[in-house]
């Protein structure tokens, strides 16, 4: 913990000023009042036993067994009790995952559970549940200097133009042992992401680091494996709004939160406005290279006649 005037970060196209240090973002000098302020509780965390959420007006309160109770008011501001057995590493894990998805939520963003990296000068997303390989693509598309915008969730959104924009999130890719080495990086060289699992924090070049960039388009990843090598369909209609739907992060919260329309209006609302491609590929890492290839020069194609349409 440092002096609090001095932990200023961005993420997710918000200002946050932290009484605990955040090494895992960008920090920035800025004098503006911050949207976010994170505090340390003055009380002496409790012991939950499960993993617990509560709502209760303007706030929501989650609890992490051996982790921290973390309360969230009115999307500005996040008050954190760690336990007393909680690594410092595994409470920030939850702070700016689980925990931060609440006050994205509370201020009626739209988080979805993907990774955004950046071709072409252009973000574009890739969307799907936990274990569908999205980081481990990510950690690809990185690797070949494309920017990295963020891990795991993502905030999206429709700027005055009308045009889609990905706000950045951690600049850092998590990736089991078995995916860390085959992108040829070492287990005994990289920082640990949990005391708990075997995953480690790949963290972006800071030339390739961006913070918000004009989206293009997003990947859904299908469950199931491809045997006809990877496959590239537009989605439209129900089935792109109920991928946005599916794929939102934390989307308990929405119902928590009383705000099961407005989410589903804004769902509606960027698939309107952005195109929406369904994926299936071969999934294992020794096709990496393919998915991940064939993926990259779609990506290039749809964003040059993206380009050419606007020009005319």
Known sequence: MT?????????????VQSEIALPELVAVDETNAPDVFIRIS????GQPTDFQMTASG????????????FEMSEGASITVAPQAIASLRDVRLFLLGSAFAAILHQRGLLPLHSNAIEVDGKAIAFL??????????????????????SDDVCVVGVDENGRGIAHGGVPRVRLWRDALEASGRSAE???????????YN?????????????LSHIYVFADGASEAGTVVSRLSGSRAVQALVENTYRGKYVKLLGMTQRHF??????????????????????????????????????????????AH
């Open 3 to 15: 002096d609090e005037a001095q932990n200023r970060y961005r993420i997710f196209g918000l200002s």
């Open 42 to 45: 003055e009380r002496e965390a």
């Open 58 to 69: 303007s706030k929501l309160v989650l609890s992490v067994p051996g982790i921290a109770t």
């Open 128 to 149: 799907g549940h936990s274990g569908a390989g999205k980081s481990t693509l990510a950690a690809w598309f990185h690797d070949r200097g494309h920017g990295l915008l």
């Open 189 to 199: 060289s990289e920082e640990r992401a949990t005391d708990e699992w075997e995953k």
């Open 202 to 214: 790949v963290r972006a070049d800071h030339s390739a680091i961006r913070l918000d960039a004009m």
């Open 265 to 310: 209006d804004q769902c509606v609302s960027l698939a309107q406005k952005l195109a929406i491609f369904e994926v299936r590929r071969p999934w294992s890492l020794e096709m990496l290279d393919q998915v991940g290839g064939s993926l990259e020069a779609h990506a290039k194609s749809f964003i040059a006649e993206q380009a050419l349409s606007n």
